[in-house]
């Protein structure tokens, strides 16, 4: 590093789990650019401050992810509608000091279920927290018709509305997980943490439910075949898992703050191995 190497990172706390860095380090060397990617611990105490020393330290922009995703907005100069729309940032863009801030989730969901051969026809969503509120508003903008089932009935009630007054159509409804659901279904997205390591032989759908019809898009990652990918495949649908989207969502946020596209398979690589 010199002092013209340009610096971005990920605020997070903790942020020691982060895949971020060894995937956004791989692309910029991939591509020679004289860039690098920095794991930052923010403390939810800290946040404001460490999002002034972005414009002080001249920092390119970051990541944020849990648990500041919500929290970090009132401290930016502006937002994406899309971000505004769904409450969250997870990229923050310097543009002279003028911070702007993106979510990137949305976009890398679209572009990994396209890159793995879905379709965002009659979905499915599992859970109502942050990732469903991006998915189900970058479906729903795509034209798809999507039901929200959640563990908390209220909070699927809360995010059809939210996003459905953004759109200004009704796109998203709340919904009961049941049979009849599932089999008119053409994508179930899981958007809970059911099945996610240590609990690896839970799953969100029962496993009979499942037909060759469905393309399933498990957002766990770890470990690479959940349950529910598996009982999938069993039933002779297509599942795949959420590197995908990890890697996709990066790829926009590596485009917004160098202008460039990076290799995609040069970063899910890089995932992989520090999976
Ligand atoms: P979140 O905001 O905390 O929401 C968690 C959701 O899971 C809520 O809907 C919650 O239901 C539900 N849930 C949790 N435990 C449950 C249980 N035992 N039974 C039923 N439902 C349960 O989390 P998030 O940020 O949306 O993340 C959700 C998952 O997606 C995590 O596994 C995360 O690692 C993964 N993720 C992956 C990517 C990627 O790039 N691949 C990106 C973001 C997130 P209640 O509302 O009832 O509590």
């Keep these: 590093m010199t002092a013209k190497t340009r610096l971005a990172g990920v605020f997070a706390h903790p942020v020691h789990h982060s895949l971020s860095p060894a995937m956004h380090n791989a692309a910029f060397s991939a591509l020679g650019l004289d860039w690098a990617y920095l794991p930052f611990d923010v403390h939810p105490d800290n946040l404001e401050d460490a999002v002034s020393g972005i414009r002080a330290l001249g920092l390119a922009g970051v990541n944020v992810t849990i ?4 929290r970090v907005i009132p ?3 502006s937002i994406s509608d899309e971000a505004r729309a769904i ?8 543009e002279g000091g003028r911070l702007v801030g993106y979510s990137t989730d949305g976009e890398g969901f679209m572009r990994s279920l396209i890159a793995a051969g879905g379709t965002p026809g009659r979905t499915v969503i599992l859970g109502a927290g942050g990732s469903a509120r991006a998915i189900v508003y970058a479906l729903g903008h ?10 908390t009935p209220e909070r699927a009630v809360e995010l059809c509305r939210t996003v459905n007054s953004a759109l200004g159509s009704a796109v998203a409804e709340p919904a009961r997980l049941s049979l009849d659901l599932v089999r008119e279904a053409e994508l179930i997205v899981n958007c809970t943490s059911v099945g996610m390591y240590p609990s690896v032989d839970e799953q969100p759908v029962p496993a009979e439910w499942l037909h060759p019809g469905l393309f399933v898009y498990d957002l766990i990652y770890n470990p690479a075949e959940t349950a529910l990918i598996r009982s999938a495949r069993e039933a002779g649908a297509r599942a795949v898992n959420g590197v995908g989207m990890l890697v996709a969502q990066g790829a926009v946020s590596f485009a917004l703050w160098t202008g460039i596209e990076p290799p995609v398979d040069v970063m899910e690589q890089a ?4 999976l």
């Design 67 to 70: 648990p500041h995703k919500e």
């Design 75 to 77: 401290f930016l100069d």
């Design 87 to 94: 409450g969250s940032v997870n990229t923050i863009v310097n």
């Design 142 to 151: 795509a034209g798809a018709s999507v039901s929200v089932a959640n563990r």
């Design 271 to 274: 995932v992989l191995a520090a």
